[in-house]
């Protein structure tokens, strides 16, 4: 019973189940390509990652989302795919598509095969016949030759009689005769095959200018693609977005320092140099700038054990240190050049808005961000494209630098505090004074100290002498020393129509040799440092205010050796 019971029921059973199957949407996977924009790109000082979307309209199933174009420079590791509407994303991957030729799945129509094939070995049997007729001309051409230079041709033979003579010249009469009369008939026969020549390579251009425009002019040239595979239930529209790193692109920053005047603030514009050569151009779009450098280890160090030892006395290689290269503070002489009326127009115009206006920072845990809210272009050129990113106004001291040993000028700087707040990179920076140019400094973070001092160019309003007064000179009774005192007196005055904050600086020599003793007598409030024999006199000069400085030195040796002083 239970048997012919259940056999019955497990049917019902296969039969239920394979309906529920049959009932469920079999659907296949389709291949769709996608028309995308980039919309932002986030450059970092080394490589950049851009950001394409595109909108798409999905049917029921799988689908494979192709989008074409992107970068060949392109790091398929950094592929990533988000998006907005009811549909899941399996996939995503990078591929290179070789298109192939049309010209292999057509073909060309076998008589115009055959006859470019034709064309081909009758140029080959032209060519070997001019060659031939080139040939039997230098045959020709050297018997010639050797007929007009015989010594009976030119008379220089000794013959025995006139017979003989006659005879020889008639003989070469009518070779001459002969040679002639080829060489025309070889001229005629190379001006035939020239002319063959010419009009089956005029045909077999044609055939194969037919050949090539049956390809077309298109370029068969690797496609890049970032595949994204979607499934969907139902019909839908929504957003699907991809990200990717790219080589051969980053930012370097530069800067512009500019002074109105010797008391207002030291105005800083933060510049951004981007470049590209990523194969893919970057039109109207928003740009981030990063200071981080995703193509540098993550990892952290490990110290590895330090051993210590006695020395064995091996030769140890000595690796030259590499020299560092050393800045100059490029100085002009200032000028103004602005005129009054051009001066008033201006105060009445409203102030150019800059691009610095649209950027904004953000800082990260492990780096700054400077986000720009105005769309630029950037095209696949490796060209330098100039973007502002931010303009601070940083405090400024300035002051007036004298070295009257070397120079009779003074030199204006400005001394700048609180950069450490911009996040700065290093650079290269513009100095500007009085709206002129004055020359270039380098920042660097690493290397400057809280204070940065800026060279702004030569002040003509101080004026300064330095002149060395009578001294004094003492030997002893016995023995062979002498001892020298020498003075300078340094005198400045200020004849600009303000206070300034001066320094000056002068020094004393250093001995290098323990017979030769140097000891400073006056200093005059000098600050004095004794490795390097520097002298620093800091004191702020009042207008049209003169002020003098004295200073002294001994110097003992032996009077029989003369003294070098460098």
Do not use: C
Request: no cysteine; glycine share 4%.
């Amino acid at each position: 019973m239970y048997r012919l019971i259940s056999r019955p029921i497990k049917m019902k059973k296969l039969l239920f189940v394979a309906a529920v199957i049959l009932a469920q949407p079999v659907f296949a996977t389709s291949e769709k390509p996608v028309k995308s924009a980039i919309k932002k790109v986030t450059v970092f000082t080394q490589g950049a990652q851009v950001f394409r979307s595109s909108s798409v309209s999905l049917t029921p199933g799988t689908t494979n989302l192709v989008f074409s174009g992107v970068s060949p420079k392109i790091n398929s590791a950094s592929i990533q795919a988000g998006g907005k509407g009811d549909f899941v994303i399996l996939d995503v991957k990078y591929n290179i598509r070789y298109p192939e030729l049309p010209g292999k799945q057509g073909g060309l129509p076998p008589e115009v095969t055959r006859q470019i094939a034709v064309m081909e070995d009758s140029l080959t049997e032209l060519a070997f016949r001019k060659d031939d007729i080139n040939d039997r001309r230098s045959a020709l051409q050297l018997e010639k030759n050797m007929i007009i230079n015989n010594k009976i041709t030119k008379g220089e033979g000794k013959s025995d009689s006139l017979p003989v003579l006659r005879q020889a010249m008639e003989l070469f009469r009518i070779k001459l005769n002969d040679i002639n009369l080829q060489l025309a008939n070889m001229k005629r026969e190379e001006l035939r095959n020239n002319a063959s020549y010419t009009r089956v390579a005029a045909r077999l251009t044609e055939l194969k200018a037919y050949k090539e425009s049956e390809v077309t002019d298109e370029k068969y040239e690797p496609v890049n693609q970032v595949i994204v595979t979607v499934s969907a239930d139902q019909p839908v529209t929504g957003l699907v977005e991809i990200s990717y790193m790219v080589t051969d692109a980053g930012w370097v920053p530069s800067y512009d320092l500019r002074s109105v005047t010797a008391s207002d603030p030291i105005q800083v514009t933060y510049k951004a140099n981007i470049y590209q050569r990523s194969g893919e151009d970057w039109n109207n779009v928003k740009l981030k700038l990063s200071t981080s450098n995703p193509n540098r280890s993550n990892i952290k160090p490990i110290l590895p054990p330090w051993y210590i030892n006695y020395y064995t006395g091996y030769r140890e290689s000595k690796i030259p240190t590499m020299a560092r290269p050393q800045s100059k503070d490029n100085l002009v002489t200032l000028s103004s050049t602005d005129e009054v009326d051009l001066e008033k127009k201006m105060k009445e115009m409203t102030p150019a808005q800059s691009a610095e206006n649209y950027s904004q920072l953000v800082e990260t845990m492990t780096n700054v961000e400077f986000e720009i809210n105005l769309a630029y272009d950037v095209p696949s050129d490796g060209i330098n494209h100039v973007v502002s990113v931010k303009t601070s106004d940083l405090p400024a001291t300035y002051v007036h630098y004298l070295v009257p040993k070397l120079e009779s000028e003074a030199f204006l700087l400005a001394r700048i505090t609180g950069w450490e707040g911009l996040n700065l990179l290093p650079g290269s920076a513009n100095i500007f004074y009085e709206g002129t140019y004055i020359g270039t400094t380098v920042l660097n973070p690493s290397v400057i100290n809280d204070t940065l001092d800026l060279a702004l160019g030569r002040d003509n309003g101080i004026t300064v002498t330095r002149t060395k007064l009578p001294g004094k000179e003492s030997s002893k009774f016995l023995g062979s020393e002498v001892t020298k005192t020498i003075v300078y007196e340094l005198r400045m005055k200020n004849n600009k129509s303000k206070g300034i904050h001066l320094i000056v600086e002068d020094q004393i020599p250093l001995s290098q040799n323990k017979e030769i003793k140097i000891a400073l007598q006056d200093k005059d409030k000098a600050d004095y440092n004794e490795q390097t024999g520097l002298l620093k006199w800091d004191f702020n000069l009042g207008t049209k205010e003169y002020k003098s400085l004295k200073f002294s030195f001994q110097v003992t040796h032996n009077k029989d050796m003369p003294l070098s002083m460098y």
